[in-house]
Structure formats: structure tokens, C-alpha cells
T-cell receptor
Framework: AQSVTQPDIHITVSEGASLELRCNYS??????LFWYVQSPGQGLQLLLK??????LVQGIKGFEAEFKRSQSSFNLRKPSVHWSDAAEYFC???????????FGGGTRVLVKP | GAVVSQHPSRVICKSGTSVKIECRSL??????MFWYRQFPKKSLMLMAT?????????EQGVEKDKFLINHASLTLSTLTVTSAHPEDSSFYIC?????????????FGNGTRLTVT
């Protein structure tokens, strides 16, 4: 069955430090992959997406993600976090010909001053 | 860019009443929209796929008669929670695929927080 897994439920990082959020997927073929951010009480905002091509994807707010087929991973990174990056982050995947977006469990990011 | 508007953002209702949530694609036509529910401290769960002009496709375990979905036009899908109970209190989010078909990402509304008292 298709699945997306985020191993870390929550991560605490100091402001200015780097951040990496893990995402692993399990699909028969390479899926389309997404990272979304959800601020408290808000809806979801798309950070970036990967369909094909360059495996390093740049997104909004200074985020990037790297698709690694050999590791079935699509980890999200940011070199230097800001207090406003405190939120919950969701990795999601969808089969290339499908409509059902499968979400990981989310990773809550806390930013220390 | 493609925008999905969801209304209302918050609603409080009494147990036994029905609540309607609207999801609109503002600048594009969406033949397919999706409704999700977020349980506390958990990820989003797909409830149903809403297809314009036809019946919605519900995920396993979602009560069709409880969560009525109507996709009457290419820009509007509604979710009606009928005879709401406190356990229906949750965060509901809709999404629509942007113009460009499968090569465009899903665009999400800002969600509706439903509280049933």
C-alpha cells in the first residue's frame, strides 16, 4: 500500500540553526511528492513539490527538499530557521495517475529563541 | 495563482443541527475537489472525493449519510455535516487540483473549525 512516513513527531531547533525534516515514501513507482506547512489554526500552505527532473527542489520561505530514490526519501531542509517557522509540516505523496493524496503524520517544529 | 476559498472559517453549532461548509475555487474550474478531516494531533485524513455532476466517492469508514457532499458546479463543493454530534468537532479542509490537471498541485482552503456543543 502507498504510504508516506514522517519519523519525527516533533523537533526543537534554535533560531538561526539549520532544520531537516525527514520523509519516507512507499509507492510502486516514483510518486509526486509535496511538503506543506500548517500554522496553528490555519490551513495548509504548499512549500514545494517534486514531480520529476532535478532532485533538489527549491520552495518558498527558503525551504528546499531533496528527492533520493535510493533511500525513498524526500527530506525538507532550511539552512537557518526563523521563529516564524514554528509550525507543523506535512509530507504528502500521490501516485502519478492518482487523485488520492496521502499525508505523513506531520512533524511539529518548535523554535527556541 | 490558484486560490481555494473555504467558508466559514469557524462555526459553533448545537448537537443535532446540521452545518454546511463551502469550498470554492476562485479563479479556476475544479472538476474534482477533496474533503479532509484533521483529528487532534493527527494528520489529515481524506474523507471523500467530490466530483462535479456526480456522486462523491467516500473513503472507507466515512458515513455518506452523515457527511453529505454536493459538487453542483465547477467552482463549488459543499460538505454538510448532518445531525452533528460533539465527536464531529474537528478541522475540515477542502482542496482542489489547480489548472493543468495532474501536473498541478492540490490547493487547499484555509479550513473550517467545527465545534459541536
Amino acid at each position: 500500500a502507498q504510504s508516506v512516513t514522517q519519523p519525527d513527531i516533533h523537533i526543537t531547533v534554535s533560531e538561526g540553526a539549520s532544520l531537516e525534516l525527514r520523509c519516507n515514501y512507499s509507492y510502486g513507482a516514483t510518486p509526486y511528492l509535496f511538503w506543506y506547512v500548517q500554522s496553528p489554526g490555519q490551513g495548509l500552505q504548499l512549500l514545494l513539490k517534486y514531480f520529476s527532473g532535478d532532485t533538489l527542489v527549491q520552495g518558498i520561505k527558503g525551504f528546499e527538499a531533496e528527492f533520493k530514490r535510493s533511500q525513498s526519501s524526500f527530506n525538507l531542509r532550511k539552512p537557518s530557521v526563523h521563529w516564524s517557522d514554528a509550525a507543523e509540516y506535512f509530507c504528502a505523496g500521490i501516485k502519478a495517475a492518482g487523485n488520492k493524496l496521502t499525508f505523513g503524520g506531520g512533524t511539529r517544529v518548535l523554535v527556541k529563541p | 495563482g490558484a486560490v481555494v476559498s473555504q467558508h466559514p472559517s469557524r462555526v459553533i453549532c448545537k448537537s443535532g443541527t446540521s452545518v454546511k461548509i463551502e469550498c470554492r475555487s476562485l479563479d479556476f474550474q475544479a472538476t474534482t475537489m477533496f474533503w479532509y478531516r484533521q483529528f487532534p494531533k493527527k494528520s489529515l485524513m481524506l474523507m471523500a472525493t467530490s466530483n462535479e455532476g456526480s456522486k462523491a466517492t467516500y473513503e472507507q469508514g466515512v458515513e455518506k449519510d452523515k457527511f453529505l457532499i454536493n459538487h453542483a458546479s465547477l467552482t463549488l463543493s459543499t460538505l454538510t455535516v448532518t445531525s452533528a454530534h460533539p465527536e464531529d468537532s474537528s478541522f475540515y479542509i477542502c482542496s482542489a487540483r489547480g489548472p493543468g490537471g495532474m501536473n498541478s498541485p492540490l490547493h487547499f482552503g484555509n479550513g473550517t473549525r467545527l465545534t459541536v456543543t
